[in-house]
């Protein structure tokens, strides 16, 4: 059996939720009123917790873990819903805490159409990489980097063949709100002053999740 991380395993952190939490309330309010969202929030908390429990152990300061507890604060919410909030709702709410004015600050530090952006970008994920190779004992629950800087002359290209978020969801039965979680990449990447040209996810059933970034001003891309 596989090694979980929750509320009952010290590599528990809420932080993420914590952070995210104020603007996923802004957002539930605009669109389902302050008494919704009050009765709401204490659920979704305890969803977060027991999705959590129920993760595979992907490693406490794996530096790709962030994207499990970020991703599941939005599960969760719409899992406590019980059928209030649909995907295209989870979608634009999703969108409205990626769009707050404090995650801007992102595109300040990385600038993807100047090439020490796209080099930030890569040696990100090459630090990602990196840890993995240092903890072997995650690398089966974990993301799986696959570089090919070959493919593309312009910005920077990898995949993946493996995501505990995939995971997760198909184990669960959450396959048809996966697609949101994908598309947070997109709203990230924007932030940076990047595009995220991407032909495949594991989520539609694709082999591989590819990420080719390029600046979000670049034409015609090769």
């Not at 709203?187 to 495949?200: Q, V, W």
Request: proline share 4%; aromatic share 12%.
């Amino acid at each position: 059996m596989c090694e979980r991380i929750g509320k009952e395993n010290k590599n528990y952190d809420g932080i993420y939720q914590q952070i995210l939490e104020p603007f996923i309330k802004k957002s539930l309010n605009k669109r389902y009123g302050k008494a919704y969202t009050k009765a709401l929030i204490p659920k979704a908390d305890a969803e977060y917790r027991d999705m959590l429990n129920r993760s595979d152990d992907i490693g406490r300061d794996n530096p790709m873990a962030s994207n499990t507890y970020e991703c599941l604060v939005f599960l969760a919410i719409w899992k406590a819903a019980d059928g209030k909030i649909s995907v295209e709702d989870l979608r634009a709410i999703s969108k409205d805490v990626l769009s707050a004015p404090i995650m801007k600050v992102m595109g300040i530090l990385i600038n993807a159409n100047k090439a020490s952006g796209i080099k930030r970008i890569q040696k990100m994920m090459e630090r990602d990489a990196k840890w993995l190779d240092e903890h072997p004992q995650y690398k089966k629950y974990s993301w799986d980097f696959h570089f090919d800087e070959k493919k593309h002359k312009d910005g920077f290209y990898y995949y993946f063949t493996q995501c505990p978020l995939n995971t997760f969801a198909r184990r669960e039965g959450y396959l048809e709100v996966l697609p949101v979680m994908c598309d947070i990449d997109h709203i990230t990447a924007s932030l940076m002053h990047a595009k995220l040209n991407r032909k495949y996810t594991l989520a539609s059933g694709g082999k591989v999740c590819d990420y080719w970034f390029v600046g979000d001003k670049m034409k015609n891309p090769k």
